[in-house]
């Protein structure tokens, strides 16, 4: 194996090329003390130790550093991971491992993530937020269908009655010109049709 290349990341950092083909990033320090050099033999020993021990420890590292700082869905992780150029089988591996001590767990996030937002969002809107996290669509539907249940009141509805307040709605005293546009605003806010019409058929006022 030959070291065809080392091209700089950063200010710290190198991607090392193998026969042609990107292999991994090693700081520094590490191309010197691995005696790495372009056009130059790498050792199977020295190769193996690299991408088998160096760099998944590293990965370890840095994603449990920013499953430190937030909360990352399984998607959301593996795009970041890709950032620091991790090879998919390094990311496969790291992720695997988060999983077994659930430090990544998926369901945990949809669920704590639906509960904190039912009362602040449309459903509509929580559930395109989570598809974009790249959360199962079943295993949304699943976890929305249980956090509302749980709940005595229906949270989308009362969220949608204190937008009507806030945009001093009154069902009896306006225009169908003025009632379009709130629905319009609504719509716009993820409400379906149902919510919107249960919500304009109340008298918020004396809500």
């Known amino acids: 194996m030959t070291v065809t290349d080392i091209v700089p990341f950063d200010n ?22 691995y005696k790495l050099r372009t056009g130059e033999e790498i050792s199977s020993p020295v190769f193996d130790e690299i991408a088998n021990e160096v760099i998944p420890k590293r990965a370890k590292k840095r994603a449990m550093n920013l499953l430190q700082k937030r909360d990352y869905t399984e998607y959301k992780l593996r795009e970041k991971m890709k950032e620091g150029c991790y090879t998919e089988a390094v990311i496969n591996d790291t992720v695997e491992y988060l999983k077994s001590y659930r430090y990544l767990d998926d369901e945990r996030y949809a669920d704590e993530y639906i509960r904190y937002h039912q009362e602040l969002r449309s459903k509509n809107r929580i559930r395109q937020d989570l598809l ?64 919107i019409n249960r919500a304009m058929s109340l008298d918020t006022s004396g809500i």
């Open 12 to 33: 710290k950092r190198s991607k090392i090329y193998i026969d042609g083909e990107f292999a991994f990033i090693l700081y520094r320090g590490e191309i010197r003390d």
């Open 132 to 195: 974009q996290k790249g959360i199962d669509s079943e295993l949304i539907d699943n976890l929305m269908s249980s956090a509302y249940e749980d709940n005595e009141q229906d949270p989308e509805l009362s969220l949608c009655i204190n937008l009507l307040k806030k945009k001093h709605y009154d069902k009896d005293n306006m225009s169908y010109e003025e009632k379009q546009k709130i629905m319009a605003f609504l719509y716009r806010k993820g409400f379906g049709n149902s919510v």
